[in-house]
């Protein structure tokens, strides 16, 4: 597969427009399609200027700045992603949503950052920093990001939709989405756990 397309298949796969409609929820059904984008698209560009840093620095940013080996970022991130998993499977949707706290007007900060920021997202930069080159790499995560916005957009209109007449198919929808979100979460976490072993022996 062409590097190109295999990094924005992976950051697709990473921010999951489906699984963050719904730790999205109750964003989407408060506020008003233009409200919306305007915080998508502040979470957005938070989240883009720190994968494109990481892009940019690749895992020097880790073994000279932070003095860490990207192997442990890689086994602690996994770590991570694979207990938000068991969460996930265990008490649905309302594990993603404890995830965003804080006050309401840093909303954009709190979507950023853990869900779209995360081990997942920051390791794939690097990775994208490492098989491409600068102005692809960021090509790569810009149009995820754009394609998450726009999916994510459409499946406000959806859910806007389909509240108005069937409630209970939008909560058949949520659980079915938020555990089967949680077995391709987990399988990332472990793939990450496997990679940091992979590269520290």
């Excluded at 796969?13 to 109750?26: A, G």
């Excluded at 490492?130 to 090509?139: E, V």
């Excluded at 790569?140 to 406000?156: D, G, P, R, Y």
């Excluded at 079915?176 to 992979?198: C, E, F, V």
Aim: net charge neutral.
């Amino acid at each position: 597969m062409d590097p190109f397309v295999k990094s924005l298949a992976l950051f697709l796969v990473l921010f999951n427009p489906f699984l963050m409609s719904i730790y999205l929820l109750d964003l989407i059904q408060e506020m008003d399609r233009s409200a919306f984008f305007k915080v998508l698209l502040r979470a957005t560009i938070i989240s883009g200027g720190v994968f494109i840093v990481f892009a940019f620095g690749g895992e020097a940013i880790f073994t000279d700045v932070l003095q860490v080996e990207f192997a442990a970022f890689l086994l602690f991130g996994g770590i991570v992603i694979f207990l938000i998993a068991l969460q996930m499977m265990f008490t649905g949707s309302q594990a993603i949503k404890k995830m965003r706290g804080g006050d309401p007007a840093h909303i954009s900060g709190s979507i950023a950052m853990p869900f779209m920021i995360g081990p997942g997202t920051i390791s794939a930069s690097v990775i994208a920093g490492k098989t491409l080159s600068f102005t692809m790499a960021t090509a790569a995560i810009a149009l995820s990001l754009l394609l998450t916005i726009a999916m994510l957009m459409l499946l406000k209109q959806a859910f806007d939709s389909i509240r108005e007449r069937n409630t209970d198919l939008l909560e058949r929808y949520i659980d079915i989405t938020g555990r089967a979100g949680a077995l391709l979460t987990g399988t990332i976490g472990i793939q990450m756990i496997m990679q940091g072993i992979r590269q520290a022996v």
